[in-house]
């Protein structure tokens, strides 16, 4: 067993948003990024002033142009002229979504204006020591959750030494220079992990992933996996097993597990590692 609890997690839980913010927030960006392509769109169609009007008729479509509100019939636009049509179609798509995007964005933009900086959970940090010394939290603080699981010893794989002596910055003896470059990451970003900690999956057996990360967020442990030897037919068909497994146990790639790969001539990169952290933990 090795304890693997560390103080360098020095988290501002203060600057994580939280389990209701953090996802408005990252609505509110996927809306204003789509804003931009839906102006973007509308300034490139070539379509006439006016709204599109279909009729349907014994199962055949015939579209018409109306140049304004009060003209409820328009004018007839030929079977040949279907790219007019299809221009004021995407027009009034484009218009719509983008006032709904608005009305969305208007509401989003209220409600991270008025939630409040000190959430229910977030009542027991803010106490002075004195008092907190005195009172029993609702609910365990993030911060010490964190330092909880951090504290937890852990069964790790045996390395042999043998194998030549790769040391991360947190202290962690890896296998590879790839685990090393995420191992490193993580810790720079003052992200919690294991290195090979033990987990039984059934099934299958005992297995110790590479990495076991602690999502904050969520509060869930995470899985990654790094395959560095893909160019090993052997070596492929053993993990598409434990893969397997893995899903067996609820771990699904995406999700709960985070699979990269690399053969001898296509080896993973540090840009690639930053933005899979990024994507899962930032």
Not at 39 to 54: E, F, V
Request: glycine letters at 4%.
């Amino acid at each position: 067993m090795k304890n693997h609890r560390s103080n360098y997690f020095n988290l501002h839980i203060s600057d994580i948003p939280g389990p209701v913010l953090a996802p408005m927030l990252e609505r509110k960006q996927y809306l204003e990024t789509l804003l931009l392509r839906i102006d973007q769109t509308l300034s490139l169609i070539d379509a006439p002033q006016g709204k599109l009007r279909i009729s349907c008729s014994y199962g055949r479509k015939q579209y018409y142009l109306r140049p304004s509100a009060d003209i409820r019939s328009g004018n007839y636009i030929g079977s040949g002229d279907c790219k007019t049509a299809s221009a004021l179609a995407q027009k009034d798509y484009c218009e719509k979504t983008r006032s709904a995007i608005l009305t969305e964005l208007d509401a989003l933009n209220r409600f991270i204006e008025k939630y409040p900086s000190v959430t229910a959970e977030d009542v027991y940090e803010h106490l002075s020591s004195a008092r907190r010394e005195l009172v029993t939290p609702y609910e365990e603080t993030l911060e010490s959750f964190i330092d909880r699981w951090l504290s937890e010893p852990y069964e790790q794989k045996y390395i042999s030494s043998d194998l030549p002596e790769l040391v991360s910055d947190k202290g962690d003896r890896v296998r590879s220079k790839s685990e090393l470059m995420i191992a490193n990451l993580l810790y720079e970003k003052k992200i919690p992990y294991r290195y090979e900690c033990s987990l039984y999956l059934d099934g299958f057996g005992l297995i110790y992933p590479d990495f076991t990360v602690l999502d904050t967020r969520s509060r869930k442990e995470v899985c990654w996996e790094h395959l560095g030897m893909m160019d090993d037919p052997d070596y492929v068909n053993k993990n598409l097993r434990r893969e397997s497994a893995y899903i067996m146990n609820g771990y699904y790639p995406g999700e709960r597990l985070i699979l990269t790969y690399e053969t001898e001539e296509l080896p993973i990169n540090l840009r690639q590692v930053r933005a899979i952290i990024q994507h899962y933990f930032e």
